[in-house]
Every structure is written in structure tokens, then in C-alpha cells.
């Protein structure tokens, strides 16, 4: 897990339409338990819904939980029969991604696009814990001779982690 002394960050879609907080809570049964986990995917969905080789995000830790400071709210979309993503209807930004599946079964997963962070947050020694991963998934599927062999320092997981 990632340590941060951010008590809290702020973030929002390109267009300013829709607004978050994070205020990061540590889990009262396991107090040492970060309260986010710095990730990078080089699946195929990641890489076609961010236009980009690879997505950055964080896994938020229950009980942390995401505010919507604006009346707008992402619109949503299942991407696959395991997820759904997140995004601004009005400017396409890549905010969220939610596990759909049952949570019974399957721990459940939210994440939050760190580019979609203030960049107040992302800067300076506070800001590498939000910013560099500590795990890579989907490994299997990284550009071969371009995003293989990117952030040596992660921890790799070839597919679904």
C-alpha cells in the first residue's frame, strides 16, 4: 500500500463539470492498512478508454470513500461482465472504474483515475505515493517494446489481479 500524508485530495473531470473529494480513512481493523493502492493497467479497455499505452488509478481501501462536490455525476457504461467505468458526460474525462460483481464472492474494487486528481496533489514527495505504482496488472497485454518494460519497480501480475 502507498502511504500518503494527504488527509484528503480533490479532482474533477477536464471540463470542471463534475467534482470529487477523497478524505482517506485507514480501516479501525487494520490500522496499518493504506487507504489507497497506486496501480497501473495495460489491459485493452484501459488502453482504448484512455487513448493512452496505459491507465493510472488508485484503488481506494474501504471505509475510504469518494464526495461528489458537483450536482453532476459521472455517467456509467458496463464494460465488461467484471465492471463498470465512469466518465464526464459532457467532456469524456476517465474517472471511475467499479467492480460489478457479487461483493459476497469477490472483494470489491474502486478505483479513481489519477489523472482526473488536482495537480496540487500529484506534485512534490507527497505526490509520489499517489503516482507511482506499486503494482502492474494485466501485464500479458503491455505494448511489447514500448510498455513492457516500463516501472521495473512494480510489483507484475500478467492478467486479471
Not at 464494460?79 to 459532457?90: E, P, Q
Amino acid at each position: 500500500m502507498s502511504p500518503t500524508t494527504f488527509d484528503a485530495i480533490e479532482g474533477g473531470c477536464l471540463c470542471g463539470d463534475i467534482r470529487y473529494k477523497v478524505t482517506f480513512t485507514k480501516s479501525p481493523e487494520d490500522p496499518q492498512n493504506q487507504p489507497f493502492l497506486a496501480a497501473i493497467c495495460h489491459c485493452t479497455q484501459c488502453r482504448k478508454e484512455s487513448g493512452a499505452l496505459l491507465m493510472h488509478f488508485i484503488i481506494l481501501n474501504p471505509p475510504t470513500a469518494i464526495e461528489w462536490l458537483s450536482s453532476a455525476r459521472p455517467k456509467e457504461y458496463i464494460s465488461s461482465y467484471k465492471a463498470k467505468r465512469g466518465f464526464c458526460g459532457s467532456c469524456g474525462s476517465s474517472l471511475t472504474y467499479e467492480s460489478i460483481l457479487d461483493p459476497h464472492v469477490h472483494a470489491p474494487v474502486f478505483a479513481l483515475m489519477t489523472g482526473s486528481i488536482d495537480q496540487k496533489y500529484l506534485q512534490g514527495e507527497e505526490g509520489k505515493a499517489l503516482s507511482k505504482a506499486s503494482i502492474q496488472v494485466w501485464c500479458d497485454r503491455a505494448v511489447k517494446g514500448v510498455t513492457d518494460e516500463l516501472f521495473e519497480y512494480a510489483e507484475r501480475h500478467a492478467g486479471n489481479a
